[in-house]
């Protein structure tokens, strides 16, 4: 399913979604303050591309992590979170649709606390060495 829903997923919105991201991200960058935003967008552009075959991982999120999330939040991170929920639900209605809204869900997550995840493959283990 990883190739193929990935291909129908770019032709039914994926390109678009992954553009506006990494457009976002750009903007971001252009201020020093910023690029950590602007970096986590264009991570989420990259999984908003290709969503299916990978997994979000969260992994040890320190106090760094958790500033950057609540300014996260602050500036725009609920209301994406919210709308890939919501097409996620709309999606998730119609019985084809599951699949893709299981990939919303899950950019729905990365959007709403980005900092602190990893995307990895789902096909692999995946440990956390510190």
Same mark, same amino acid.
């Given at each position: 399913? !990883?190739?193929l829903?990935?291909? +129908? ?6 390109? +678009? ?10 903007l971001?960058?252009? $201020? ?7 970096? %986590? ?5 990259k999984?908003?591309?290709m ?5 979000v ?6 106090f !760094?992590?958790l ?8 500036? !725009? ?10 097409v996620?639900? +709309?999606?998730?209605? $119609?019985?084809? !649709? +599951?699949?893709?809204a299981? %990939? ?10 980005p ?8 096909? $692999? ?6």
């Amino acid at each position: 399913m !990883g190739c193929l829903g990935n291909l +129908i997923w770019m032709i039914f919105g994926g390109i +678009i979604s992954a553009i506006s991201w990494f457009f976002i991200g750009c903007l971001w960058c252009l $201020t020093i303050i910023g690029i950590p935003l602007g970096l %986590q967008c264009f991570k989420i552009a990259k999984l908003s591309l290709m969503p299916f075959g990978k997994d979000v991982v969260r992994g040890e999120s320190g106090f !760094g992590s958790l500033l950057w999330n609540i300014l996260w939040l602050i500036f !725009g991170g609920l209301e994406l979170a919210v709308m890939h929920l919501f097409v996620g639900v +709309i999606l998730a209605i $119609t019985i084809i !649709g +599951i699949p893709f809204a299981k %990939q919303h869900f899950k950019l729905a997550l990365l959007s709403l606390v980005p900092f602190g995840a990893r995307i990895v493959p789902s096909n $692999t283990l995946y440990m956390d060495i510190r």
